[in-house]
């Protein structure tokens, strides 16, 4: 069945097809329709449900790895504030290997005040522990959200996973949307309950551990967190054989077989990149693309080996980590480093719902070609679109 | 409903055991042993940050022989939440979802996630044990601190009242509201028993002092939990349905002064205050007992 949907209808038709059965939620722009369209479905009765309707954020992902613990299918949606306010919580989560998986829809954080999209609120949680998936549709919000709950409770895995997209430019916006039939996914995603919290096996979690132990967890959580990378692929080929849709793994490459300059990015930046590269391509320029769906675990030997025939390489960073540069600009450098010389152009651009348009990223495409001529090493980092 | 009418009928079971790292002569860890023999073994709890969500655990050991997580310092009641929703969804019916916190993580930074909880008649048991101070960190005065208490960070004494904790939550009109004294055992139990036979939010607040945060010596716990009855500035009584019964009417009356100068936190206290706390003991008692 197709259906116009925005990012966040998408969202919660997911949470829906995945058969959710605790929502906890506080409402945050412009996440909250999701948590409307949710509570609806679960008013009329086609989602078994049981929302939990928090006072915060913070307390919103401790009941929603509270009901993970005790044994049930748990879901929540915010971004920005909101999710800096959860922070902590977000530690927790991945610490005790809880499968929670998040819906934030990205939009800058203040100061000064913005209610408009980037990736910074998110890029802040790098650390966290948590697995991030980052979507170009509405279409791929509504697929990686199903996907992301059979790979976070992979028992190979155990890990919470973000799935991401952006404020407006995919909340907001009505996009065509094949919504697979229940069955099919229900098939996909068996509930396979795996309490923490259970009456019947009581267990202490979260004891006070020190030094002869604490490193050894975290030593685990990162090998979980590096099985995730590797299983996303597979988790999308099975998806795909049921639904006919295979967004691929954990990088995809458009056009990349001879291409000289590869554009890199994440989220709504890489349709409009990929016009761009079309665009090029048809003036014949050998453009290509590279589609970061993974930011965490970064997937740092795939993209190593897509861009071995690029001569120079492109990130686009909707974030900035201050003084650092954009994250995905630093995650290639680091990924291609001792590798090859290729060298990495960083551009921070669409900060708080700049806008960015195919024009843009030709444009930038230009300087980069034309550096690249000069023979001049690329700044750390650069601002495009002041 | 079944209440225990003697000591003599509370289970020999433990739940809380021993060997957990608390200090000799813990009200805290005597607040929980006692709370057990009530709620039993379907009983799920969270901790947050306090001395009792660390002492009952550690490495690889516990002393707790149901389910606990050692939660984050402000969320206890909100993981309780999700927890109670879990269970409702698979349909168990049977389990107590316990949020245990100290005066902090209930009246201070956990207070949001409570109000939270307790305003949306969550289905749990929230309880408050309460030594008055912040002791999992050394003893730093909260908002439930006494007027006049000396401590690591009002070292001339706390210049503010204690907080109405009570009032506050009796405010949100909980199924069930109790005070509870780690020196009156059996209405601890009884009283847990029948929170745990109500549905709806329940709220249980005890005063459990801690021998290092009071000045006093580790086995005056008990006596330092029962002369605050007796001083009325610790009552014991519950609320059901906002409706007050008072448990205990203490066999004798002891000035406020006899208790407070017990305890080396009150060491410095002048007159006018003991004499202000007096009154606020006698105006209590006669709110509580009417
Ligand atoms: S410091 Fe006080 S509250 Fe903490 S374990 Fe010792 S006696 Fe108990």
Redesign the interface.
């Known amino acids: 069945m197709r259906l116009l949907l925005n990012g966040n209808e998408a969202a919660a038709h997911a949470a829906r097809l995945a058969r959710v059965e605790v929502l906890a939620s506080y409402p945050i722009t412009p996440a909250a329709p999701v948590m409307e369209k949710i509570t609806q479905f679960i008013a009329e009765g086609t989602m078994r449900c049981n929302f939990v309707r928090v006072e915060s954020d913070h307390s919103a992902m401790a009941a929603a790895l509270g009901a993970t613990m005790a044994g049930a299918r748990s879901f929540l949606i915010t971004n920005s504030q909101g999710l800096a306010y959860m922070s902590e919580v977000l530690y927790h989560t991945s610490g005790l290997r809880q499968p929670v998986v998040m819906a934030v829809v990205n939009r800058a954080l203040a100061a000064p005040h913005s209610r408009f999209p980037e990736h910074g609120d998110v890029v802040a949680q790098e650390t966290s522990g948590w697995i991030q998936i980052f979507c170009e549709n509405n279409q791929e919000v509504l697929d990686s959200i199903i996907q992301a709950f059979r790979l976070g409770e992979d028992e190979q895995v155990r890990l919470p996973v973000m799935v991401n997209y952006e404020g407006y430019i995919q909340s907001h916006t009505r996009e065509t949307v094949d919504m697979p039939e229940q069955e099919k996914i229900d098939a996909f995603l068996p509930l396979v309950r795996r309490p923490v919290l259970d009456v019947d096996n009581p267990l202490a979690v979260n004891t006070v551990t020190g030094p002869e132990l604490y490193m050894d967890y975290k030593y685990h959580q990162d090998a979980a967190l590096q099985r995730a990378g590797t299983l996303l692929g597979e988790i999308s080929e099975a998806y795909g054989a049921v639904t006919g849709r295979n967004w691929g793994g954990a990088v995809t490459g458009y056009r990349l077989e001879d291409a000289e300059v590869v554009l890199v990015t994440m989220g709504s930046l890489v349709s409009t990149a990929r016009i761009a590269v079309d665009a090029l391509r048809a003036a014949g320029e050998k453009a290509g693309l590279l589609k970061i769906r993974l930011f965490r675990p970064f997937p740092a030997e795939a993209v190593r080996e897509m861009l071995k025939p690029a001569r120079a390489v492109v990130a686009l960073d909707k974030n900035i980590v201050y003084g650092a540069g954009g994250a995905l600009g630093r995650e290639l450098r680091a990924a291609l480093y001792g590798f090859t010389n290729v060298p990495v152009y960083s551009y921070i651009l669409g900060l708080g719902g700049r806008d960015v348009g195919v024009e843009d990223l030709t444009a930038i495409y230009r300087q980069v070609n034309e550096g690249l001529a000069a023979g001049k090493f690329p700044a750390l980092y650069q601002w495009y679109g002041l | 409903m079944e209440v225990y009418k003697t000591l003599a009928e509370i289970p020999q079971d433990e739940l809380f055991t021993g060997g957990h790292g608390g200090c000799r002569g813990c009200g805290a860890a005597l607040a929980v042993r006692q709370a057990m023999k009530a709620l039993g073994?379907?009983?799920?709890i969270?901790i947050p940050a306090s001395c009792m969500a660390?002492i009952?655990?550690?490495?690889?050991?516990?002393a707790?022989?149901?389910?606990?997580?050692?939660?984050?310092f402000?969320?206890a009641?909100?993981?309780?939440?999700?927890?109670r929703?879990?269970?409702?969804?698979?349909g168990i019916k049977d389990?107590n979802v316990v949020s245990w916190a100290g005066d902090a993580g209930t009246a201070d930074i956990g207070f949001?996630?409570l109000?939270?909880a307790a305003?949306?008649q969550e289905n749990i048991i929230h309880v408050c044990y309460d030594n008055e101070t912040y002791m999992n960190t050394g003893g730093q005065a909260g908002s439930v601190t006494p007027y006049q208490a000396v401590t690591p960070d009002t070292p001339t004494g706390k210049p503010t009242p204690r907080k109405d904790m009570l009032a506050i939550m009796a405010a949100h009109r909980p199924a069930y509201l109790a005070t509870a004294s780690v020196a009156y055992p059996l209405d601890l139990i009884q009283k847990f028993q029948k929170a745990k036979a109500i549905q709806g939010f329940r709220y249980i607040h005890i005063l459990a002092p801690c021998f290092r945060g009071w000045g006093i010596r580790e086995d005056q716990t008990v006596q330092l939990a029962r002369m605050a009855v007796e001083c009325g500035l610790w009552q014991l009584y519950e609320e059901v349905d906002g409706r007050r019964r008072v448990t205990v009417i203490p066999e004798r009356r002891i000035p406020v002064r006899e208790y407070l100068k017990l305890q080396g936190r009150f060491k410095n206290i002048d007159e006018a205050t003991v004499a202000a706390l007096q009154a606020e003991a006698d105006r209590r008692f006669r709110e509580v007992q009417s």
């Open positions: 073994p379907r009983t799920i969270n660390t009952g655990g550690s490495g690889l050991t516990t707790w022989m149901v389910p606990f997580y050692h939660s984050l402000e969320c009641p909100a993981v309780a939440s999700g927890i929703a879990a269970l409702d969804i698979q389990v949001q996630a109000t939270g305003e949306r």
